[in-house]
């Protein structure tokens, strides 16, 4: 990544001190400091994850300047959320919202019934606070603070994050919608997301990160979910941020019940740099799991992705689908394995990786991993890379449709499937939104 | 009158696929009105020639030309002759993935005239056509081709053949791995679509379609060129006697 156009700075921004302001701000608990310090030394003592490592080997993560990011900027001044009221959407369209500029808490709103039904959807520093011992319970139990460099800085540095509890058997019918502004010059972000399904819950939880402006900036989200026996969750990220953010992102599922079930999506469409690590860990006895993924990248945009479906336990199914559409000079990188534990009989496991190459020279690399302990199972993985079929273009210029439209149509096509998967009809008509202004946006990078 | 003229044309067609001359001086005048059907043995060019007239980049013209209503379109798109009202159902239709065949027709509709029909009058048009060739109108709402079996992708061809309506359509083995009732039921598809005002190329490989749709003339494909034209008695002499026959006695007669 030494070609990212971002001046490294000479002073740390991540520092102790700032570590220590960021806690004083929202009056943490001693642990809660401690826990944080113990994360900073940790940040400070782990070196990047080595290249030599497959899921670090094909972007270089190390040469990116964190450090010339600030964590701990002031509350914001105004407190309007500006573009990205734009997201948001009359009242009836979710039953939580919670919209954070680097931390600070702009629009907190639960429904009544949520309410009722005990649901806990708060900011993560808030519910420190008031449910220490809950939030203790289920803190860092799929991700680790210390496991690597990125986790650690996130850690020490957290500015913002969420905890969202469904208790047993708890219904919410419409989303959970979570929105996470960068609003700040340099600002850098570090929300940790908890979320935890108690046995029989269910919930669509969409998460969505924005910048205000086009500056350099830096998110690195941690989130966790963790789901008991029958529960269903459906969790959303959404990225678009500006054309010179860094976006790293930490996501580890552990479904641990019985057939609980997970659908996780991933949607990027912004940043300079991305770079997501997503594991969904089937250990309940007949879990399910369904990974989604669509990402378009235009002018210089990097994106390299890392999925990891892994079977501990007998009867689980997992299947994956990830689309990119790319143009300019955009690159993807995409590593997936399917791991099938010793014992993790009856498994089924799907992965599909498609990517879409459109104008310009983008590059895509799709590598497909197995790693099967257990045999009794089904298991198959495709993946494709390559421009807009020419037989598919022929047939419907036959029918009278102009190649231009006849490549739009196309490249809808290729998305159709996957955004008849979005779960709620506003996110729906807002990807196709950001589909079709990649679509129409000329190259950046030509215009000199 | 312009009846008088032919809808489409074909000039002394020579077209090459990969360098390699495919049509050797192929001529043909289809005038309004008119099934012509064309038949040969495989690998004699039927195919080719489908292409070639619709206008894939693949299949190059390397002397004559195609004329559409008088026209000369051999150097024409493949949209752009599909706008000036010629069609081609293919014999191998590509499933189109994520487009839906309700999509594909409301998109080729508007772009074939220049304007949107209105959705309702539109929507009703293709339930009537999809009713006719007896396919579920939850086609409609699926993928183009997409899981097809062999007839649902010829049936969907004749639909957008009906429902869209062009002047010229150029059926690419139509008949071919269609069951008895199938058979039929395209067939009734294409009658309907036949009428005074448009003319239709029918390739086969098979006498049994003509059963059905039955043409003005029959013309056989050998070797790249047009070797016999005639009536339907032509198609039913192949039948009784068989390519091989109907070839060798050609041959003699050069």
């Known amino acids: 990544m030494s070609d990212v156009a971002l001046t490294q700075r000479p002073l740390s921004r991540l520092t102790e001190e700032a570590v220590r302001r960021l806690s004083a701000r929202w009056?943490?608990?001693?642990?809660?400091?401690?826990?944080?310090?113990?994360?900073?030394?940790?940040?400070?003592?782990?070196?990047?994850?080595?290249?030599?490592?497959?899921?670090?080997?094909?972007?270089?993560?190390?040469?990116?300047?964190?450090?010339?990011?600030?964590?701990?900027?002031?509350?914001?001044?105004?407190?309007?959320?500006?573009?990205?009221?734009t997201l948001l959407r009359p009242g009836k369209e979710y039953d939580a919202l919670l919209v954070q500029?680097?931390?600070?808490?702009?629009?907190?709103?639960?429904?009544?019934?949520?309410?009722?039904?005990?649901?806990?959807?708060?900011?993560?520093?808030?519910?420190?606070?008031?449910?220490?011992?809950?939030?203790?319970?289920?803190?860092?139990?799929?991700?680790?603070?210390?496991?690597?460099?990125?986790?650690?800085?996130?850690?020490?540095?957290?500015?913002?994050?969420?905890?969202?509890?469904?208790?047993?058997?708890?219904?919410?019918?419409?989303?959970?919608?979570?929105?996470?502004?960068?609003?700040?010059?340099?600002?850098?972000?570090?929300?940790?997301?908890?979320?935890?399904?108690?046995?029989?819950?269910?919930?669509?939880?969409?998460?969505?990160?924005?910048?205000?402006?086009?500056?350099?900036?830096?998110?690195l989200p941690v989130v966790e979910l963790l789901l008991d026996s029958a529960s269903q969750v459906r969790y959303t990220g959404v990225q678009c941020l500006g054309p010179q953010a860094l976006f790293l992102s930490f996501q580890r599922s552990r479904i641990l019940g019985r057939d609980a079930s997970l659908l996780t999506y991933q949607i990027h469409f912004g940043s300079r740099f991305v770079k997501t690590v997503l594991e969904n860990h089937l250990e309940g006895q007949g879990s399910r799991s369904d990974l989604l993924g669509v990402l378009f990248g235009d002018g210089e945009q990097v994106f390299d992705q890392v999925t990891l479906q892994d079977h501990h336990s007998p009867s689980t199914t997992s299947d994956l689908l990830y689309k990119s559409a790319l143009k300019d000079t955009a690159r993807a990188v995409y590593y997936g394995t399917v791991k099938v534990r010793r014992g993790a009989v009856k498994t089924d496991a799907f992965q599909t990786n498609k990517n879409l190459l459109l104008g310009g020279r983008p590059k895509a690399d799709s590598i497909p991993v197995l790693e099967i302990e257990a045999d009794d199972l089904r298991c198959s993985h495709a993946a494709s890379v390559g421009p807009v079929d020419e037989e598919h273009l022929f047939y419907l210029q036959s029918r009278g449709i102009p190649l231009p439209e006849a490549r739009r149509i196309l490249v809808e096509g290729f998305f159709d499937p996957l955004a008849q998967r979005i779960p709620t009809p506003w996110l729906r008509e807002r990807i196709w939104a950001f589909i079709h202004r990649k679509m129409q946006t000329p190259d950046a990078s030509k215009g000199g | 009158m312009t009846t008088l003229s032919p809808l489409l044309q074909i000039e002394d067609l020579h077209v090459a696929v990969e360098g390699k001359e495919i049509l050797r001086g192929v001529s043909l005048a289809l005038y309004p009105g008119e099934v012509h059907a064309l038949m040969g043995p495989n690998g004699s060019g039927k195919s080719t020639l489908a292409y070639a007239i619709m206008g894939h980049p693949k299949y190059q013209v390397t002397q004559g030309r195609i004329l559409l209503k008088g026209e000369d379109i051999t150097s024409a798109t493949a949209d752009e002759r599909a706008r000036k009202g010629l069609f081609l159902a293919f014999q191998y239709p590509v499933?189109?993935?994520?487009?839906?065949?309700?999509?594909?027709?409301?998109?080729?509709?508007?772009?074939?005239?220049?304007?949107?029909?209105?959705?309702?009058?539109?929507?009703?048009?293709?339930?009537?056509?999809?009713?006719?060739?007896?396919?579920?109108?939850?086609?409609?709402?699926?993928?183009?081709?997409?899981?097809?079996?062999?007839?649902?992708?010829?049936?969907?061809?004749?639909?957008?053949?009906?429902?869209?309506?062009?002047?010229?359509?150029?059926?690419d083995e139509t008949d071919s791995g269609l069951d008895i009732d199938a058979l039929r039921v395209v067939a009734e598809g294409i009658n309907a679509f036949a009428s005074p005002a448009n003319a239709i190329l029918l390739i086969t490989h098979y006498q049994r379609?003509?059963?059905?749709?039955?043409?003005?003339?029959v013309h056989i494909l050998a070797e790249g060129r047009i070797v016999r034209s005639g009536g339907p008695e032509l198609a039913e002499e192949l039948e009784a006697r068989g390519y091989e026959q109907v070839l060798q006695q050609v041959r003699s007669q050069a």
Not at chain 1, 103 to 111: E, P, Q, V
Not at chain 2, 132 to 142: G, I, P, T, V, W
Not at chain 2, 154 to 159: D, G, T, Y
């Open chain 1, 101 to 219: 500029a680097e931390g600070h808490t702009l629009r907190h709103l639960l429904s009544p019934a949520v309410e009722r039904a005990g649901v806990v959807v708060m900011p993560l520093e808030e519910a420190l606070r008031q449910r220490p011992s809950l939030v203790q319970t289920y803190l860092g139990k799929a991700i680790a603070p210390t496991e690597n460099r990125f986790t650690a800085m996130a850690s020490a540095f957290r500015n913002g994050g969420v905890f969202i509890y469904l208790p047993r058997n708890a219904q919410v019918e419409r989303p959970i919608h979570l929105l996470h502004i960068l609003a700040r010059p340099q600002g850098a972000l570090f929300p940790h997301t908890l979320i935890v399904a108690e046995e029989g819950a269910s919930a669509t939880i969409v998460e969505d990160y924005w910048q205000e402006g086009e500056g350099p900036a830096l998110a």
């Open chain 2, 209 to 217: 379609i003509l059963r059905y749709v039955r043409p003005r003339f």
């Open chain 1, 27 to 85: 009056g943490e608990p001693g642990w809660a400091l401690h826990a944080r310090l113990d994360a900073f030394h940790a940040y400070q003592q782990t070196p990047f994850p080595p290249p030599s490592h497959e899921w670090w080997r094909r972007t270089d993560v190390a040469s990116l300047p964190y450090e010339a990011f600030q964590p701990d900027g002031d509350a914001p001044r105004r407190r309007t959320l500006g573009t990205a009221r």
């Open chain 2, 95 to 171: 499933a189109v993935p994520g487009v839906t065949l309700f999509n594909l027709l409301r998109t080729a509709g508007r772009a074939l005239r220049g304007q949107d029909l209105p959705v309702v009058q539109f929507r009703r048009r293709i339930r009537e056509q999809a009713n006719l060739l007896k396919m579920d109108e939850s086609f409609l709402q699926r993928y183009v081709n997409e899981g097809f079996s062999g007839g649902e992708k010829k049936r969907a061809e004749i639909l957008q053949l009906t429902v869209l309506q062009p002047t010229v359509a150029v059926l």
